[in-house]
């Protein structure tokens, strides 16, 4: 297998402190290699071995790519009228999410798998190199199972997220589509999902709902994780630690209780600010987590409702200057720290073994990501040691 080298790196994060400076463990003219997909080789420039192919990153700024925790890429159709609406004054709340089901049903397999591809292309631009993706905007047996099966076909990270929210054709009777998501649906869906999610949130499923929810799936063999506490405080994050969730995501509104289990459990805080944004809501309360030793994930949660970005950067930049969170704070959260909520050990990392998932910026820094908001600072991507685009 021919060996690569990038050689030349201004500052190389690795995630790994024993390898250089701080939590990030940051090399300052660093080199790494890799042979296939995997990195082989991490360390000072000047100690590099000789590889088949070199490459000169002439200074720039090298880390692991970003891991994309949450996002909902399998939909059809845009909701800008309602952003628009909502950036005039009209409220946000989970019933938006009906509309994008409507056309979502309505749209044929290719034009859900055009939508998926458009939008995978665009999460590598920005250095995502793993991402996750969940269904729930279809609400039925076949509708929810074709997406997973899409969606199967580009990531291993895909969650059965029947329980979005309760369909309009069961408004009269939620407990009727809570037992088709843990029965019918759920046999469908399974053999295309590693995860099961639930939406555990106001117009959405209560706590008992989530825990039978969940339940259903993980005697399925599938790994838990929620959308909890968005809305409202409320029962989601204390049924995503109960479950042994990997991650409970959005972490809006906490209580007192909820730091402290989430601070002293196996289940991730993943924080969502671009669904703050979307929404103008309150940002959550970043500090008070990772203060009380939770661990914290950033994730992009790429939708048509409420947090339409792909862009790993500009959630890194909101975090940094809206939730306090330092830049290598940030910067760990969107790579190591997704990394976690996937419960992955062979990404978010810079180091022997792992996978040569890694972005150059076109920057002296890992900081330029919060320093220089809106830019695109994407040098090069490379997934599994495959460069995704060519360098500018
Ligand atoms: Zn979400």
Request: glycine share 8%; charged share 20%; net charge negative.
């Amino acid at each position: 297998m021919a060996a690569t080298a990038l050689v030349n790196i201004g500052t190389l994060v690795t995630n790994d402190a024993t390898l250089g400076n701080g939590t990030l463990g940051v090399i300052e003219n660093a080199a790494l290699i890799f042979e296939g997909e995997q990195i082989t080789w991490v360390g000072p420039a000047t100690e590099a071995p000789i590889a088949d192919q070199r490459i000169d990153l002439a200074g720039r700024a090298v880390l692991p790519g970003f891991v994309d925790s949450h996002a909902h890429l399998m939909f059809a159709g845009d909701r800008s009228a309602e952003f628009a609406a909502r950036m005039a004054g009209s409220p946000y709340h989970a019933g938006g999410i009906r509309s994008t089901v409507a056309m979502t049903r309505a749209a044929s397999d290719a034009q859900l798998q055009e939508n998926l591809t458009r939008l995978v292309n665009e999460l590598y631009s920005t250095g995502i190199t793993t991402f996750e993706t969940k269904s729930g905007y279809g609400l039925t047996v076949a509708d929810e199972s074709r997406a997973l099966a899409i969606a199967s076909t580009i990531t291993p990270e895909t969650t059965y997220l029947g329980a979005h929210v309760v369909p309009a054709e069961f408004a009269d009777d939620p407990a009727g589509y809570v037992d088709l998501v843990t029965h019918e649906m759920l046999t469908a869906c399974a053999p295309h999902a590693k995860w099961i999610d639930v939406f555990c949130d106001r117009g959405a499923f209560d706590g008992d709902q989530a825990r039978a929810i969940l339940r259903a799936g993980i005697d399925q063999g599938l790994m838990a994780r929620v959308h909890a506490n968005q809305l409202q405080a409320g029962p989601g994050i204390q049924v995503a630690v109960e479950m042994n969730a990997a991650s409970a995501d959005h972490c809006t509104h906490l209580t007192d209780t909820d730091i402290e289990l989430l601070a002293g459990s196996n289940t991730v805080a993943t924080l969502l600010p671009g669904a703050e944004f979307a929404t103008r809501s309150p940002y959550p309360d970043a500090r008070r987590l990772l203060d009380a030793g939770a661990t914290v994930a950033i994730a992009t949660d790429c939708n048509p409702g409420s947090s339409f970005t792909t862009s790993m950067p500009f959630c890194i930049a909101l975090a940094v200057r809206e939730m306090r969170l330092t830049p290598d704070e940030a910067v760990w959260s969107a790579t190591l720290g997704g990394a976690r909520a996937l419960r992955r050990t062979d990404i978010g990392r810079i180091t022997v073994g792992a996978r040569a998932d890694i972005l150059a910026l076109n920057a002296p820094s890992h900081v330029h990501l919060a320093y220089r908001p809106g830019v695109d600072l994407t040098h090069q991507v490379w997934v599994g040691g495959r460069a995704h685009r060519v360098a500018s």
